[in-house]
């Protein structure tokens, strides 16, 4: 009876342990391949590329590097007495052009005055010296409002909220007009963006809610798809010299699945995280199964 026992729990034993690995082997196979997560997750934000409408020397700048500014804060300075000056040679013409505006009214009017005692061909040159003079006024005016512009160009500004990185700009640098000068991250785009495997796209929905964990952070950062990558690039079709597409010939037998760019707008952020663009994450979002769909940054109601 013992030996029947003995033989029956070994048996019982070795069923239970299949089962086991059969079990752990359905999750595994589907926390792998199915579940919509990622390892390949980034921190992402836009970049503006700080670019003058001038050229000129640097005269001062205002920044340092990883310094934080607000929309409209000074970022650097260009060559402001040489376009001061500008403006007001500017000023100059437009006086020069004054005076001989002036100048031609009078002839103009005392030439009428006359009436017959000048002659018609007179009055004519007349008239046009006053059109000329005028049309010379109006391009001063315009010339005087350009070198405004110019000089008002001359303080660079920041456009968005963000943070100055990768600086590389000193006083009596030479910056040409419309070079970049220096970077700026847009700390209100900041996002992340996980690459998902195409197969695991039928699980992902607009609206779900994401946890993310970057690198070395010990808590989780959470929130909603925003947006699905509507195209990547095709590695493997060019265009040739007469428009028509150059298609590999080669395929390989193993078809490793596309990787799909996933845009997450983060929901709630603990205040001691340095979201950081290109740090690296594990975005994980609740499948479809698991949650009705909700509008994007919505919370679920009770």
Known sequence: MNKYLALVMRSAATIVIVILALIVAVWMWKRYERDPWTRDGRVRADVVRVTPDIGGLVTSVAVQDNQKVKAGDLLFVIDRPRYSLAVEQ?????????????????????????????????HEQNVARVATAQAALSEALSSRDAAALNLKRTNVTASVNGVVTN?????????????????????????????????????????????????????????????????????????????????DPTFSWVRLAQRIPVRVRLTHVPADVRLIAGRTATVTIQPIGQASAQPVGQPKGR
């Open 167 to 247: 600086l590389d700009l000193h006083p009596g640098d030479y910056v040409g007009a419309g070079k970049q000068a220096m970077a700026l991250i847009d700390s209100d785009s900041l996002r992340v963006e996980g690459y998902f495997e195409e197969t695991k796209l039928p699980h992902i929905r607009i609206g779900a809610p994401v946890a993310i964990r970057l690198m070395g952070e010990a808590r989780d950062l959470h929130g909603r798809v925003e947006s699905i990558a509507y195209g990547i690039n095709d590695a493997t079709r060019s265009t040739s010299d007469n428009l028509l597409p150059t298609v």
């Open 90 to 122: 500017a000023n100059a013409r437009i006086a020069s052009a004054r005076a001989t505006l002036a100048q031609a009214r009078r002839e103009s009017r005392r030439d009428l005055a006359l009436g017959d005692l000048v002659a018609a061909e007179t």
